[in-house]
DNA sequence: CTCCTTATAGAAAATATCTTCTAGAAGATA
DNA sequence: TATCTTCTAGAAGATATTTTCTATAAGGAG
């Protein structure tokens, strides 16, 4: 076998910055080639169509992101300060790999359950599945009850809070100091006193 | 001539309808004929491009958002309440008008800005002309002053927070409303002691 | 009534996009 | 060396999508 000259991981980089840049209906594989200095039949050689490739540019930013989360260490103890800790990596995170977070936000979950099927669409629909542990321990540390509403308010303080935050200064293109300086005492807001 | 049987508004909602349900790459115009039950030519005749049909359906839901936030009174003695009262009025919008605020968040400004020209690229370049003025205006009240990292504080409580807040209920659905008391508290965790 | 304008209606043409296919190159294996 | 497999390469074919075009209908103006 020839070895491989374009890496995978660079045709889901091309993926990713043409998507950020030109959004979903951009993404067209002629494009994503040509970011890529790859040809066509290339991308056919590693995805079998669009649709896959679109699901696992995205998979690949979500497990990192993710990742991220997991990687902070929850003291049962100290819950909020355990949650403000997460919700800073997140934010970290989403400055660090900016078209990561981008790409999060110009294709949505739903959207690609939609087109996706057979074991795609379980990677899919499974991607949550460990976060969501850390979520419900966060939950009842902090509320003494993990039912759907403690556990709401907790993806809101871990993911939803540090994406928002990030995202218009991802787009910009310039981040200040400020806003990462008051995530902590949104996440606080959110959940204090529950 | 005859009249009109279906509306623009009626096509500006099936669009609207599609690109929330199926995402941006789904949005095509006969799929959008489809939903609104119009024949493709009526389509044309109203928009000259589908490029177009997706910039007009943009800037309707941009137009609400914003109104909605330009109607709440603003009294400078009082910043923060202020600014709390408007973040909420734009919380408040999204969950009343879901389709849009999910519309927001599936096309993107700069990728609309990327597709378009002429006039409607001018409409779509000054979309934030008169709502940066009453951002302007409570980081002055609030800060002391209005310089591009006292303005992104306030545009981050004011929009960033409130579609945080309920972008995730929309996607599911359900809406609590526990997030809704708590962004008052994380409008001022942005804002304080500026 | 007749003409004129505006709109519906959907078929047809023009593009764009996705996918498959064939040819060849380059290392691995025997 | 001969053969096998994996990959590059891009042209060709199959679909999808956008856009144009022609026919028709329906109301208003003269």
Redesign the interface.
């Known amino acids: 076998m020839t070895r491989q000259v374009f890496s995978t991981e660079a045709i889901l980089d091309a993926a990713r910055e043409v998507i950020v840049?030109?959004?979903?209906?951009?993404?067209t594989v002629e494009a994503i080639a040509r970011q890529a200095g790859v040809p066509v039949g290339s991308i056919y050689h590693r995805f079998s169509s669009i649709d896959e490739l679109l699901a696992r540019v995205w998979l690949r930013a979500v497990g990192r992101s993710q990742r991220c989360s997991l990687e902070v260490p929850v003291a049962a103890k100290r819950p909020l300060r355990s949650a403000q800790a997460v919700a800073l990596a997140m934010y970290d995170h989403c400055i660090s790999e900016p078209l990561d977070a981008l790409l999060l936000?110009?294709?949505?979950h739903?959207?690609l359950l939609?087109?996706t099927d057979g074991e795609l669409y379980e990677e899919l629909a499974s991607v949550n599945a460990e976060i969501e542990k850390m979520i419900a321990r966060l939950a009842r540390a902090l509320f003494g009850r993990a039912d759907?509403?403690a556990r709401?308010?907790v993806?809101?303080a871990l993911v939803?809070?540090p994406?928002?935050?990030a995202?218009?200064q991802l787009?910009s293109g310039r981040a200040?100091p400020?806003?990462r300086e008051?995530l902590p005492?949104?996440v606080?807001?959110?959940l204090?006193d529950g």
Do not use: K, N, Y
């Not at 936000?105 to 949505?108: G, I, K, V, W």
């Open positions: 840049t030109r959004g979903a209906r951009g993404a936000d110009a294709l949505s739903a959207e939609a087109i759907r509403a709401d308010l993806v809101l939803d809070l994406h928002g935050f995202h218009r787009s200040t400020a806003r008051r005492a949104a606080a807001a959110v204090e």
